[in-house]
């Protein structure tokens, strides 16, 4: 075979360098570009004055078609004054907001980043009533838009997921909507008793054509008798219910693995230490020399044997805590079945079975088996839920009115792929791996189903309505609580007034990944802009007066 030649072939052209060049000079360029274009007595051409710049013509071409798509501001922006000030309001934006600080003093530090602060007043006084009037205008852009949106809104069932934080000695009562995470409630009060929560609750859904069905929460007895005041079904928290369980065995199986895994190191260090011992010359010394190696490796397997027990437990118990998190669910995930509440109550009590027997092999104090038994309460209580919504499918199917056929079809394959289809973008990469065969069954079966596809997207929106029914989790309530908690640290404080600002800028503001605010998600109905509710209603700071001191300088200078 002929080798490669070294010599580069003569027709072959060289890689050209890619030329990055910044805003403002393309800015500069493209100006400089019309001006020798459009001189009076001696005009150029659009070849001669891309020459004179040292620019391809066919890159000016393109930069001025660019330009030419432009309205005012984008005009504006294109000028050399525009693009400087363009790079200083991104760069001053993402300065305060990653590095700065917060509240008045970030707007500050904004405005005299963008130099803005020549135009518009920055002062602590002129700020702070700035703010006030923004806030009091969110909070009127909340309370124009519930009202509109909450004439002729159709009547929802909904749960409330209910919860509250600290901060100070006063606790914040949080409640929103599980599905929408619409949040209707977040006060300041002087307690969290079961009558305060039910008439923050009844105050804030007055004028709602809403109807409470279900609340999910911790087992706090306020909010349960609250739930039962209001005539909804309570239900506990899966998350609570598995934090008593790992609080019981994770910390304390942990301690005793790490004990055995030291006194094994240990032993193991003495080992090495004897045997690389020179061997004793006399015959009784040596013998006991061997006799004390092999003691020690007796020990030593003894240890890795009680080490081994000690991790077996300890997966055992974190096992126990993911399954029971797995058999929380209307369907069996590994088939993709209806469950019944008896079966799941049967794969709870198995789990506790094996947590009692792992808590009894590492003698673990009295406060874990208390601990143990408070979790075994609380999945009790999810078994009462369960009963109750498989007695809900049930009305809910029969309400449809479906034929024989129809309804065993719901019951085998809109149900659970509603359901799971539901649940899948919240689990992670292990359990989609795991459950990717139930989910392929299932859309392969409603493919093949004898029915148009009108009915069945007809079936499948009656299946997520029901498969929203079902809810076992607080865990919006709970991010809620977190972001609360920053503002709060960042802000010092939350007077009422702000964290209504907070609560409206929320539910009409934040969007989720298909472009729907909470409050579109609650009354399926579209809403006006926030933002532009702000341009129109809201007067920025006037210009800045001139300062007395700086007029001295001048003079003096």
Request: hydrophobic letters at 35%; charged letters at 30%.
């Amino acid at each position: 075979m002929a080798s490669l030649s070294e010599n580069t072939p003569q027709n072959s052209s060289k890689k050209r360098i890619k030329v990055s060049r910044s805003r403002s000079t393309i800015s500069r360029k493209v100006i400089a570009f019309e001006e020798l274009i459009n001189l009076k007595h001696h005009k150029n051409s659009a070849r001669r004055a891309s020459d004179l710049l040292e620019i391809p013509n066919s890159t000016m071409k393109s930069w001025r078609e660019q330009r030419q798509d432009d309205e005012e501001l984008k005009a504006f922006v294109g000028t050399s004054v525009g693009m400087a000030f363009l790079e200083k309001s991104v760069l001053a934006a993402t300065k305060i907001s990653k590095y700065g600080p917060s509240g008045i003093r970030g707007i500050q530090e904004y405005l005299r980043l963008t130099e803005l602060d020549r135009f518009v007043a920055c002062s602590d006084g002129a700020l702070q009533s700035f703010c006030t009037r923004y806030e009091k205008a969110i909070v009127q852009f909340g309370e124009e838009q519930e009202q509109q949106l909450a004439v002729g809104m159709a009547h929802r069932k909904i749960t409330l997921g209910l919860d509250e934080i600290f901060r100070g000695r006063r606790p914040c009562l949080v409640g929103m909507d599980v599905v929408s995470n619409y949040i209707f409630l977040e006060k300041f009060t002087e307690d969290r008793t079961a009558a305060t929560w039910k008439k923050a609750l009844d105050e804030r859904l007055q004028g709602f054509d809403i109807e409470v069905l279900q609340v999910v929460s911790d087992l706090c007895g306020a909010i349960r008798l609250c739930a039962k005041e209001m005539q909804a079904k309570h239900i506990p928290d899966l998350f609570h219910s598995q934090q008593e369980l790992k609080r019981a065995t994770s910390g304390p199986l942990a301690s005793q693995k790490t004990s055995a895994q030291n006194h094994l190191e240990k032993e193991k260090k003495v080992l090495e230490k004897v045997t690389q011992s020179p061997p004793f010359i006399a015959i009784e010394k040596r013998k006991c020399q061997k006799r004390e190696i092999k003691d020690i490796e007796q020990q030593c397997g003894r240890l890795e044997t009680n080490l081994k027990n000690k991790e077996q437990r300890q997966e055992s118990a974190r096992e126990v805590i993911r399954e029971l998190g797995e058999a929380n669910h209307p369907i069996d995930l590994n088939t993709g079945k209806l469950q019944t509440a008896s079966d799941i109550e049967k794969r709870f009590d198995k789990q506790f079975d094996v947590v009692q027997t792992c808590a009894k092999e590492a003698k673990l104090s009295s406060t874990c088996f208390d601990r143990i038994e408070k979790s075994r309460r609380a999945f009790a209580a999810t078994i009462d839920y369960l009963k109750y919504f498989f007695i809900f499918l049930e009305a809910f199917i029969n309400g449809l009115s479906l034929s024989p056929v129809e309804e065993q079809f719901f019951r085998e394959v809109i149900f659970p792929l509603s359901y799971l289809r539901l649940i899948w973008r919240k689990s992670n990469k292990r359990v989609k791996e795991k459950y990717q065969h139930v989910l392929n069954e299932l859309e392969a079966k409603i493919r093949a189903g004898p029915w148009s596809e009108d009915e069945k997207k007809i079936l499948m929106t009656k299946g997520k309505e029901l498969a929203e029914m079902f809810q076992r989790s607080s865990s919006c309530v709970e991010g809620r609580n977190g972001a609360l908690s920053l503002n709060h640290h960042r802000f010092h404080r939350l007077n009422p007034r702000a964290l209504r600002a907070l609560t409206v800028m929320h539910n009409f503001d934040v969007r989720r990944w298909d472009g729907t605010t909470a409050a579109e998600r609650l009354f399926w109905k579209k809403h006006d802009k926030i933002f532009d509710f702000l341009i129109a209603n809201v007067r920025i700071p006037g210009k800045p007066q001139k300062q007395q001191h700086k007029r001295n300088e001048r003079l003096v200078a």
